[in-house]
């Protein structure tokens, strides 16, 4: 992790559709709207939910790609979202901007076998703009606004801490 930023981790409430990022001593320091999947909460592979429990940042992609770059296989297109592109490709799962590749850390309840979040491809990802966010909506994975993406990905490394609740942000978090 960056020396400004020791010990930042994410915290993602389902009940409450945001996620919250954390200093050392528990404090947000930033908070998001965000979508998790319409399916609800799970852990199993093709199951559509959003997976439980503790995950850390497998991989970040897209630095410095511009905002609206659209992604297939954790790959940049060469394409950038617009409305007309929408329009030409209805049925896409839009993954934009940036990605930060979740992996779980709790074997048999959010890695490996059926229930591997990596395996899964559970992103925390851009969306589309016109996306409505506080509303559970995703395929599975956790969708952000692209300009809130962006910053938290500037804070974030690869190895932080994301943990994805069902419940609301813990008491300490409420401060």
């Given at each position: 992790m960056?020396?400004?930023?020791p010990n930042m981790r994410i915290e993602i409430s389902i009940a409450e559709q945001r996620l919250c990022l954390l200093n050392?001593?528990?404090?947000?320091?930033?908070?998001?709207p965000v979508s998790t999947a319409a399916n609800g909460p799970g852990e199993r592979k093709e199951s559509g939910c959003t997976p439980r429990g503790l995950h850390r940042i497998r991989a970040k992609i897209g630095a410095g790609a511009p905002v609206g770059?659209?992604?297939v296989g954790r790959r940049a297109t060469g394409e950038i979202w617009t409305p007309e592109l929408a329009r030409q490709y209805p049925q896409r799962d839009w993954i934009l901007t940036r990605i930060l590749w979740l992996c779980g850390q709790q074997p048999g309840f959010n890695r490996l076998g059926q229930v591997d979040s990596m395996q899964r491809y559970i992103y925390i990802h851009?969306?589309?703009?016109?996306?409505?966010?506080?509303?559970?909506?995703?395929?599975?994975?956790?969708r952000m606004r692209n300009a809130d993406l962006v910053v938290l990905?500037?804070?974030?490394?690869?190895?932080?801490?994301?943990?994805?609740?069902?419940t609301g942000p813990a008491e300490s978090v409420r401060a």
């Open positions: 960056s020396s400004d930023q050392a001593a528990g404090e947000v320091v930033l908070s998001f770059t659209v992604f851009g969306t589309p703009d016109d996306q409505p966010m506080g509303v559970p909506c995703s395929h599975g994975c956790v990905f500037d804070r974030v490394e690869a190895g932080t801490e994301v943990d994805i609740i069902e």
